[in-house]
Structures are given as C-alpha cells and as structure tokens.
C-alpha cells in the first residue's frame, strides 16, 4: 500500500502569495508610473491667416510741366508725372543755396550767426538783377545783417540780391560758390541737379523732379531752413517787411518750402504738407514744375495733394484675441494660440500683407500664457512681431484618464 506524502500547507500558499504579491506590485508600479509620467506635447496646427487688402492709388496729377510727390517714411509713395528730363527750377536753386552755405557756414535754431556786411560788390547786385526783372529787396549802404537773417530775405523773399551775397560772403566769388555747390550735389546724389549759380535767374540751373522731392527732404531736414520756409512775416532791419513769397503757406497743411518763376521754368513750387493720419504725422514733400501762374498751379497742388493724403491707410493686421494655431492634447482638449494685443500699421496705397506663426511645443498651460509668436510682413514696411497666448487653460486630464488610457500620452 503506497504512502502519500502531503505537503505543509505554508508550502502551498507561499508560491501563490508571491504571484498576487508580484501582481499587486505590478498593478501598483503602473499605476504609479500611470499617474507621473510626463506626457509629450500636444498636437499644434497653425491657421490660414486672411491677409487685409488695400487699393492702388489714384493722384490727381495735372497735365504740364513735371511733378513728382513723396511721403516721407513711405518710399512706395514716390510717384511722377510729365517729364523726367532735367527742366529750370527758377528760385527753387535757393534751397540748394542756403543748404550749401549753411553746410560751409552751420547755424543751429536760435542761433543769429557771424555778422554779413554787404559790400560795394554786394551792393551792385540789386541793379545786376533789378535790370532782368529780379526779385529783389532793399540793401542800404554800410547794411550788417547776421547770417540768418540774411537767409531768411533770401528763402521768404526770393531776393536775388540777398542770394548773389549769401554766395559771395561764404565762398568770396560765384565761381568758387558753383564748385561748392556742385561737390555739394554730389554728395547727396543729386546726379541730376546742376547749378550754375545762386539765384535761378540762370535757366541752365536745372533738376528733375525726383531729384528736387530729395532736395525738399533734405531741406526739412535741417532745421534752421524748415524754420525759415516755414515762417510767414518777419522785419528785418534794412530790407523791411518780409512776406514769404510762398501763398499756400499754412493751407492744407503746407509747411513750406519754395516758390520758383522763371520765363522758361513757368510757375514752379517746391512744396510740404504735414498730416495726422493713424495717431502719427506723416510729411508728404513735392514738386511742380511748369505751370502756367501761381494761381493755377496752388489749386493743383491742392488737389494733389488731397489725394495723396487720402490714400493713406491704417491696416489691421490682427485683433487681440484672434486664432492663429490650435493645440489638441490626447484626452481631447483644445485650445487656441490667440493674438495677445491688437496690432495696426500706417500705410499708403497698394500693400500686401503676410503672416507666419510659430507655435511653441505645449503639454499643459494657463490661460494667458505665452505659447508662440506671429510676424507679420508688409509691403516697404519694418515686420511686425505680436506674441501669442493660450485662450483657454489646458489642464490635466486627472490620475483616472491616465490610468484608463495607456501609452495615449
């Protein structure tokens, strides 16, 4: 009869207890490492961004001579029409005049300068060009003025007389004041100007007008002359009251800068016009060549000028708070990469507009919280950069997704 041999019932159990043990640790080391493993970045997709249009400019350019008009900071703006052949710029030479003196001769604003004695050479100037009816003014004998009064008869007056003398007392004779000029021109790139001498009385003194809207940029861009085109009366001792030869002064904004008349040149105007348009003001500088009278030629100034101010434009490129990306998380969370602020720009005329965004790499995130960037480019225009942020927080999905969804993080 065989014996059976039974085994202790603690040698039974201690194999099962050790697999619940092993599972139970299992169970307990996923769920663990479940609920703190970090999860990977959400999806994010960015969004077609629709660019704002705008429209090509119409001006009302006349039909003579030549014009050429230009808003400062808008390179874009430049347009012409007429000849663009060099044409007589008249007195308009005295802007490039009292800009080649003063560069010889520098005067800051509230500054009177050295002390201009007219001579007996000086003196012989107002019957020179009285004779081939010249602007002139009146020059006493034993006449001290300092430098910027004289220039303020030369620029406001037009006095030939005041210009031939600014010339003479800065450079001591016409021909070394042409030298001066020409090196002058030159130096700014006004391939196409040519002077011959100081008043514009002269027809061979001429320019384009393109090269003359540079030549007004670089007018108002030295203040004693932007002050002086800019004023309208003044006396000067010797030469009496000085009413700025320049009629729209103060109309339609007109700032300046220089009235020109020649039997070859026509009615000629160098003119500046400052607007307020999107919270800034923008200065638009032109020419117009070749007009019939001053009269005719203000009017069409001012329509010009009317519709090159219309045409700026504010553009919008983003409202605060608009989409530009999405992020979708595994557990079925969205939320949206939204504009932190509004962002505009002043532009004129025709511009297009283009938008990249970039989106961070987000797991989770609070509402506001910076997640990307989106730069905008414009047409002649520096880009734009506007931060992005979370419209929503992204919370997380809590320990039971985690536990319920393996691996889906």
Same mark, same amino acid.
């Given at each position: 009869m065989s014996r059976v041999v039974r085994r202790p019932r603690s040698a039974v159990r201690r194999p099962v207890t050790i697999s619940v043990v092993a599972v139970l640790v299992l169970v307990a080391g996923y769920l663990v490492a479940a609920a703190v493993v970090p999860f990977g970045p959400a999806s994010a997709a960015t969004t077609t961004y629709s660019a704002p249009t705008s429209s090509v400019p119409a001006l009302s350019f006349p039909g003579y001579g030549a014009t050429a008009v230009e808003a400062t900071d808008f390179p874009e703006s430049l347009r012409t029409s007429g000849d663009t052949k060099p044409r007589a710029i008249a007195s308009i030479t005295k802007i490039v005049t009292a800009l080649v003196v003063l560069d010889h001769k520098p005067l800051r604003v509230g500054e009177s300068g050295p002390s201009v004695a007219f001579n007996a050479e000086m003196q012989g100037l107002y019957a020179k060009y009285l004779a081939v009816n010249g602007e002139v003014a009146p020059m006493p004998s034993g006449l001290k003025l300092s430098e910027y009064q004289t220039m303020q008869v030369m620029l406001m007056k037009s006095a030939n007389n005041y210009a031939g003398s600014l010339a003479l007392w800065?450079? %001591?004779?016409?021909?070394?004041?042409?030298?001066?000029?020409?090196?002058?021109?030159?130096?700014?790139?006004?391939?196409?100007?040519?002077?011959?001498?100081? !008043? $514009?009385?002269?027809?061979?003194?001429?320019?384009?007008?393109?090269? *003359?809207?540079?030549? %007004?940029? *670089?007018?108002?861009?030295?203040?004693?002359?932007?002050?002086?085109?800019?004023t309208e009366h003044v006396t000067v001792p010797g030469a009496g009251e000085i009413t700025n030869s320049n009629k729209m002064l103060g109309m339609d904004g007109i700032e300046g800068i220089k009235t020109g008349t020649l039997d070859e040149a026509g009615a000629c105007l160098l003119f500046a016009a400052t607007y307020e348009r999107g919270g800034r003001d923008v200065t638009v500088i032109g020419v117009m060549l070749?007009?019939?009278?001053?009269?005719? *030629?203000?009017?069409?100034?001012?329509?010009?000028?009317?519709s090159v101010a219309d045409n700026?434009?504010?553009?919008?490129? !983003?409202?605060? $708070?608009?989409?530009?990306?999405?992020?979708?998380t595994p557990w079925q969370d969205e939320a949206d990469a939204v504009s932190a602020k509004a962002a505009e720009v002043l532009v004129w005329g025709k511009t297009k507009v283009r938008a990249k965004a970039h989106l961070d790499e987000v797991t989770l995130g609070t509402k506001g919280e910076r997640v990307g960037k989106v730069r905008f480019t414009v047409t002649d225009h520096d880009p734009v950069t506007v931060p992005?942020?979370?419209?929503?927080?992204?919370?997380?999905?809590?320990?039971?997704?985690?536990? !319920?969804?393996?691996?889906r993080g």
């Open positions: 800065a450079f %001591g004779s016409m021909d070394a004041y042409q030298k001066a000029a020409a090196i002058w021109l030159d130096e700014h790139h006004l391939d196409d100007t040519t002077i011959h001498e100081p !008043t $514009g009385l002269d027809s061979r003194n001429r320019s384009t007008a393109t090269d *003359l809207v540079d030549l %007004g940029q *670089l007018a108002l861009a030295n203040p004693v002359v932007k002050e002086i085109v800019g070749g007009g019939v009278d001053h009269d005719s *030629l203000d009017v069409d100034v001012q329509r010009l000028l009317r700026f434009q504010v553009v919008t490129l !983003t409202h605060a $708070g608009q989409t530009f990306g999405t992020f979708s992005l942020v979370l419209e929503r927080t992204i919370d997380d999905p809590g320990v039971w997704w985690r536990w !319920t969804n393996p691996f």
